[in-house]
């Protein structure tokens, strides 16, 4: 199986997950007079939109290049990761606005089998996002770790609305707010993880430079390649889940132009093949002088 499909049913474990948390949360929230539950419900909603975004952009960027995209459709997953981002600070702007609201409206406590429903919950959430980051970090998808991170803060989120109807539970008449301070703290939480999604999309936009270990691997390969004296500069930058690589080789300067060309292909078919997740591969001859 390709990194792609694997992606791709990651993806559709993550939307079945989600959507089964949201019905659930949503009744027990309503049904058991907890507004953490309900805003966790509305964040287990959004992840559902923000996985069908991620499945989107994970299937445009596996097209294959064309006339006007001749490295391919990979950016579209960071593109996309943006999109989750947007949908996640949206939520948790709407947790905050409405938890801030029922703060000062007197309601009932939480139902105590609310706690019961949670518990399980997070465990199920936590064990979603180490799956789901495993297969993200096997794939190399920034949208699948975006994903990842859904179900994590969908965990804290879960663990706050824990706290607050323990609170408000515990403490009785006069501590009804916990619940909702709970779902305060779950917003803030969410708009966090928010930033740590985005910052790694915006470096791969950006082409930022975060490969050393791969550079390491690509000059390891590189000189194992009959001809190749060294190599100088390495430039990678990625799109979806490959990595497109610039390389300057150096071979011996009294060889012909012929010769350097032959060298030039077997070193790209030797890293190719000793480092799968590499896309387009560029090798610039150097004459060792």
């Not at 007079?33 to 299937?59: C, H, P, Q, R």
């Not at 539970?169 to 703290?185: C, N, Q, R």
Request: aromatic share 10%; proline share 3%; net charge negative.
């Amino acid at each position: 199986m390709t990194n792609e499909q694997t992606a791709i049913r990651t993806t559709y474990f993550s939307i079945a997950g989600n959507a089964s948390l949201a019905i659930i949360k949503g009744l027990a929230g309503f049904f058991g007079n907890s507004y953490a539950l309900i805003a966790d419900a509305i964040e287990s909603a959004t992840d559902i939109f923000s996985s069908f975004l991620v499945l989107f952009g994970l299937k445009y960027a596996n097209r294959p290049a064309d006339k006007n995209h001749p490295y391919g459709h990979g950016r579209a997953e960071p593109l996309i990761t943006f999109l989750v981002v947007g949908v996640l600070i949206t939520s948790a702007t709407i947790i905050a606005y409405e938890s801030i609201k029922n703060i000062g409206t007197p309601h009932e406590l939480p139902k105590i089998w609310t706690l019961l429903v949670l518990i399980p919950l997070i465990i199920w959430k936590e064990i979603s996002f180490q799956l789901v980051m495993k297969k993200a970090k096997e794939t190399n998808s920034s949208s699948l770790k975006a994903d990842a991170w859904h179900h994590r803060s969908d965990a804290i989120s879960s663990v706050a609305a824990l706290i607050g109807i323990s609170i408000a539970l515990y403490f009785g008449k006069g501590y009804e707010s916990a619940d909702d301070w709970a779902a305060l703290f779950a917003s803030g939480f969410i708009l966090y993880n928010s930033y740590k999604i985005f910052r790694p999309a915006l470096g791969e936009i950006m082409d930022e430079h975060l490969y050393d270990d791969l550079i390491n691997d690509i000059r390891k390969v590189s000189l194992t390649v009959d001809g190749v004296v060294g190599t100088e500069k390495c430039f990678i930058r990625k799109a979806g889940m490959k990595y497109h690589v610039d390389l300057h080789a150096t071979v011996d300067a009294n060889i012909s132009v012929k010769h350097g060309h032959d060298i030039a292909h077997k070193l790209k078919d030797a890293l190719r093949n000793d480092i799968p997740q590499l896309g387009h591969v560029l090798i610039h001859i150097e004459p060792n002088e």
